[in-house]
């Protein structure tokens, strides 16, 4: 297995052969020769007008939207296409089933190293599970790995939410969903249309942005209204309804001015993987939380690596170090937590 460098800084930067390419920078590029982008959540995809940005042609769409301009040099990757780096190095990408145009990548060499960025292994209604080909290292995110950190099965949660959703707008109560703008809020927009047999779910602007880049690239996220809309507030006073908002807005007495302006009881939920922490509830003013996360639980973290089957593996965020120890102790697999590495030193 040839010489493979992987560090922490300002990004996972992964050196191969004579290249180094940085994932899911947190920093401005400074003389990568690629800049891989995995999906768009912000604290994957600082991007600037240095280096070459590596990224799925929904990923672009959504940073211009975040960002409101271009990402500087971008190549638009698919899982059909193989990037060559230099003379032996390439590049392929793989599905990995956590938001809309989210990718792994595979560095390939004479050692093999994939890099996953976020991802999950259960289905959603939106999207199947992340792909698990082989590879000789393994860099993976880690965000839950703590010992016995599960999440229930996402079908039945679906089942808890149409129920609790049903009964409340029964008894005259809006119901507002709250989850991440980017991800959580599309499957809450499809999930609150499914249960409303083709009644129109109210979404935050914020939501309704992204909502149409999806359905731009045919996520089907069933009927939703701009709350900014004309139709919207007419909407809302003519009976109970069940709207969409990013989580960051449910405590600042959202629920109290839907209240006072509908005259309407309003309740709200908070669709996390975090929800399975009490404490995460309070913090929104949520009176029910639904664990409904895009990434792995424990047990799924460690089959994914049985599944890629790497000679070695290095961690990131959550429980890192735990982790690779688990991986260790089980597989008998060298596994540490990426180091961070001060660029210079």
């Known amino acids: 297995m040839c010489c493979v460098d992987v560090f922490d800084s300002g990004g996972i930067n992964v050196g191969v052969g004579r290249k ?6 947190h920093r401005k590029n400074k003389g990568s020769d690629f800049v891989f982008v995995s999906h768009g959540h912000l604290d994957h995809a600082n991007v600037n007008s240095e280096g070459k940005y590596l990224m799925s042609a929904e990923t672009a769409q959504v940073v211009k939207a975040r960002l409101g301009k271009e990402p500087g040099s971008v190549q638009l990757v698919d899982t059909s296409t193989r990037l060559k780096v230099d003379d032996s190095t390439t590049m392929r990408f793989f599905d990995a089933g956590h938001i809309l145009g989210s990718f792994q990548a595979m560095v390939e060499n004479s050692t093999s190293v994939l890099y996953t960025g976020d991802f999950k292994l259960q289905e959603s209604v ?21 010992p016995g950190c599960s999440f229930p099965d996402r079908n039945e949660v679906y089942s808890e939410m149409e129920s609790w959703i049903k009964t409340n707008l029964a008894h005259d109560r809006n119901v507002i969903l709250g989850g991440y703008a980017l991800g959580k809020s599309q499957e809450l927009t499809r999930i609150a249309s499914d249960c409303l047999g083709g009644d129109a779910v109210v979404v935050h ?27 919207a507030r007419k909407y809302c006073k003519s009976g109970p309804f069940v709207g969409v908002v990013p989580s960051t807005i449910l405590g600042k007495g ?34 029910r939380g639904f664990v409904l996360s895009d990434h792995c639980d424990f047990n ?46």
């Open 20 to 25: 180094n390419i940085l994932f899911d920078p």
């Open 205 to 231: 602007p914020q939501v309704a942005g992204l909502n149409r880049i999806y359905e731009d690239f045919g996520v089907k996220l069933g009927n939703f209204i701009d709350s900014s809309g004309p139709e």
């Open 254 to 287: 959202l629920k109290q001015g839907i209240r006072i302006d509908t005259k309407r009881k309003t309740v709200a939920a908070v669709a996390s993987g975090w929800a399975r922490f009490s404490n995460y509830l309070k913090r929104f003013g949520a009176e």
């Open 300 to 345: 799924q973290l460690l089959e994914f690596v049985e599944e890629v089957n790497p000679r070695k593996v290095f961690t990131h965020h959550g429980n890192s170090a735990v982790f690779a120890k688990e991986i260790r102790q089980r597989f008998g697999i060298e596994a540490s937590e990426i180091p961070k590495k001060v660029l210079g030193s």
């Open 126 to 146: 939106l999207f199947g599970r992340a792909e698990t080909p082989s590879a000789d290292v393994l860099v993976m995110e880690t965000t839950f790995a703590t």
